[in-house]
């Protein structure tokens, strides 16, 4: 199967359980949205789904390739936006990109021509040849997702990735990457605390204490938890007593 599979992932820090058998899919072109409030369990699932963490129950696949057997093919498919920036602020755009694409063994010239397109569908490539430093937060996000998309991976992961944004930027960049999944048929897990950031059509898990509480489209989940709208049902899935 390709896209990404999560199939029954157990995560512990000390006896205390962050995560209990959490299993999610997400098929190529598919946009699906981790929701879940803070101390969910989203960060531990990334590390795991990234391995940096390896754990012994469970297992992770990227486009069928399972991550702890097969590490280098799995991970080669894998494009990861972690929650702190790691950009060079004194190279340009494009120099920190071929500096990723030469670690992916990229020639530069396969690098800039991807550059220029994973640029051009997140609305940025007039940025191309400025220093990164020069950028507002926004456009460093949107940049650090291009980067994160030079090797032509086939899942995306985005832990949290319009924290300190303001609203403008961050709608911005929900719909460029709205926008990628239907361009680029990529399959997309997006981690946030926020419900105005998933869209109609989107796939949701909704996450808490650890344990997934609802899954489906994005209508199915309001329409299973009876409430009207999306806000008022994580709300409710997420409410201590359904937690206890
Ligand atoms: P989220 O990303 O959804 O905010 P996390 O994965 O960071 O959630 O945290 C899940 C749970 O694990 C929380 O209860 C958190 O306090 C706990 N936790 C996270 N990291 C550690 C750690 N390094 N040591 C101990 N507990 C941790």
Known sequence: M??????????????????????LSVAPGEFCALLG?????????????????????????????????????????????FQQPTLDLDLSVLENLR????????????????AEETLRLLGMEDRIAETVRRLNGGHRRRMEIARALIHRPKVLLLDEPTVGLDP????????????????????????????????SGDRLV????????????????IAGSGKADLASAFLHLTAEDVAA
């Open 2 to 23: 390709t896209g990404l599979q999560i199939e029954d992932l157990t995560w512990r820090y000390g006896d205390k359980p962050a995560l209990d058998a959490v299993s």
């Open 37 to 81: 409030p803070n101390g969910a369990g989203k960060s531990t699932l990334f590390n795991l789904a990234t391995r940096l963490f390896e754990s012994s129950h469970g297992s992770v696949r990227i486009d069928g390739a399972d991550l702890y057997k097969n590490p280098a093919k799995s991970l080669s498919a894998l494009g990861v936006v």
């Open 99 to 114: 500096y990723f694409g030469s670690l992916h063994g990229m020639s530069g010239r396969e690098t800039t021509g991807r």
């Open 168 to 199: 403008a930027a961050r709608a911005a960049i929900t719909d460029h990457v709205h926008a990628l999944v239907r361009a680029d048929g990529i399959a997309v897990l997006w981690a946030t605390h926020l419900v105005d950031e998933v869209r």
């Open 206 to 221: 909704v996450l808490h204490r650890g344990r997934v509480r609802a899954a489906g489209s994005v209508e199915d989940v």
